[in-house]
């Protein structure tokens, strides 16, 4: 199917381990972005790349590792889980960095690290 | 820096009547775009209107409109005769060219009947 899927969409890990969130996009966008959602935040901007091999941090990178080898994947690794961590992740992916097309999400993935 | 700045934690209106929604934005670049998605309960987020900073024009889309106005930097999202299905967080956002899609922290809309 065309689109953006996120995987798994629920994970529950512990503390101290190292998670892997999946994202796969089938449209050959440029942008991708990870974001991580929290009550009274709103999205705050994990890491981006705008094409493969070229990822850049956002607001809240400490924590997080991303790699980009192919233009439709875009994983994000939490190396070693924390509680605070506990959030909704969304990747995202644009056709441009330009502005004039909007971003399309995946269904987002609910981590809980105890 | 780019930033989003959405003032209002919640808004409550009545079927059938307008709404406005708050975004200020904060950038130094002459080029960018203005966003604003909905996130329902099922926690999807969905495109509504888009606006570039060269248009000339407000964006509509259908019930939504963006009040567009470059030198107060703010960015409206107007929703006319609002419905129980527009009950939601709202989210306006802001990308530069060649950078990362910001969010602002978002506004909860409640519909009644």
């Known amino acids: 199917d065309a689109g953006i899927t996120q995987s798994p969409r629920y994970k529950i890990t512990e503390t101290g381990r190292q998670v892997t969130l999946m994202c796969h996009q089938t449209w050959s966008h440029s942008y991708m972005f990870w974001y991580r959602q929290d009550l009274g935040h709103g999205l705050r901007l994990i890491y981006y790349?705008?094409?493969?091999?070229?990822?850049d941090k956002g607001e809240v990178p400490d924590g997080y590792v991303v790699s980009r080898s192919k233009t439709e994947n875009f994983p994000l690794t939490l190396e070693s889980a924390t509680r605070s961590q506990t959030s909704v992740y969304f990747c995202?992916?644009?056709?441009?960095?330009?502005?004039?097309?909007?971003?399309?999400f995946g269904q987002g993935t609910r981590l809980t690290v105890v | 820096a780019q930033k989003i700045t959405q003032t209002q934690p919640g808004m409550f209106v009545q079927e059938k009547e307008a709404v406005t929604l708050d975004c200020t934005y904060d950038?130094?670049?002459?080029?960018?775009?203005l966003f604003w998605y909905k996130q329902p309960s099922s926690g999807e987020m969905i495109f509504l209107i888009y606006q570039g900073s060269y248009d000339q024009q407000n964006a509509t889309e259908g019930r939504y409109s963006l009040n567009f106005q470059k030198a107060r930097k703010s960015a409206n999202l107007v929703i006319s005769a609002s419905q129980l299905g527009d009950s939601a967080m709202y989210f306006c956002a802001m990308q530069q060219a060649g950078t990362a899609l910001i969010f602002g922290k978002g506004t909860t809309l409640s519909v009644s009947s």
């Open positions: 995202a992916s644009s056709v441009t960095g330009q502005g004039g097309t909007e971003a399309f």
């Open positions: 790349s705008a094409a493969a091999d070229i990822t």
């Open positions: 950038t130094s670049d002459p080029s960018y775009g």
